[in-house]
């Protein structure tokens, strides 16, 4: 099964909203790493977690990661249409020779 | 800023036909990564490349093979496509520095389709 799925796969919400994304894995891992693809382009880097920290922060995005449970969120705050896109969270289990991608999960900001 | 640059952005081949896509790196980063991505599927990781040697395997087919030039470019050869070839193929470069963890750029991607 995948390493990195994502939570929810589909998520509706108004403008101005804060929007969660979830992500589990099932190894332990370097790092963890956000990316956004509007549809059928490119991904696009968000941020990256290490497996020491617990929190970051970049705009009106927040991460957590939470070893333990093996898991991480991105919060979106105050969230626009252009925010629109598909989220994948990415693992890195092996000091950069792969990245490991979860299902994504597609968000549609309404205006 | 430099990112990583992909040819072509679009390719269509028929069956059985040979497609080469090209990948270079942002300037200065050591590593290439190339992925597939298939419709409404996530990427899946093909191979990588550290300093013009592989690097990684994933899934990728025996009739695909990629190399990392002498000036860190990349090329993903396919041979005998099939229909099942038809994806979004990524590559994605990154520098490795000590002490520090590894983030990986993408290109924009080449729309692979198969006739």
């Known amino acids: 099964s995948q390493q990195g799925e994502e939570d929810p796969q589909a998520l509706s919400i108004q403008e101005g909203e804060n929007a969660t994304m979830n992500c589990s894995y099932k190894?332990?891992?370097?790092?963890l790493q956000w990316y956004r693809q509007n549809s059928g382009r490119g991904l696009v880097h968000l941020i990256l977690?290490?497996?020491?920290?617990r929190e970051k922060h970049s705009g009106r995005l927040r991460v957590t990661l939470d070893t333990s449970k093996k898991s991480s969120s991105l919060l979106i705050t105050a969230s626009r249409a252009a925010d629109t896109a598909s989220y994948f969270c990415a693992t890195d289990r092996n000091y950069g020779q792969n990245f490991v991608f979860g299902p994504g999960t597609r968000l549609s900001v309404l205006p | 800023a430099a990112g990583v640059i992909q040819s072509p952005r679009h390719l269509i081949k028929e069956k059985r036909e040979t497609a080469t896509l090209k990948c270079y790196p942002i300037?200065?980063?050591?590593?290439v990564y190339w992925y597939q991505q298939g419709p409404g599927q996530d990427p899946q990781f093909l191979i990588s490349?550290?300093?013009?040697?592989?690097?990684d395997k994933g899934s990728i087919p025996d009739r695909f093979s990629a190399q990392q030039f002498s000036d860190y470019h990349s090329e993903l050869n396919m041979s005998s496509l099939e229909l099942g070839d038809s994806a979004l193929y990524f590559c994605a470069s990154s520098i490795a520095r000590t002490g520090y963890p590894t983030e990986a750029f993408f290109g924009q991607g080449t729309r692979l389709t198969v006739v």
């Open positions: 977690i290490r497996s020491n920290e």
């Open positions: 300037p200065r980063h050591d590593t």
């Open positions: 190894t332990s891992i370097n790092n």
């Open positions: 490349f550290y300093e013009k040697m592989q690097s």
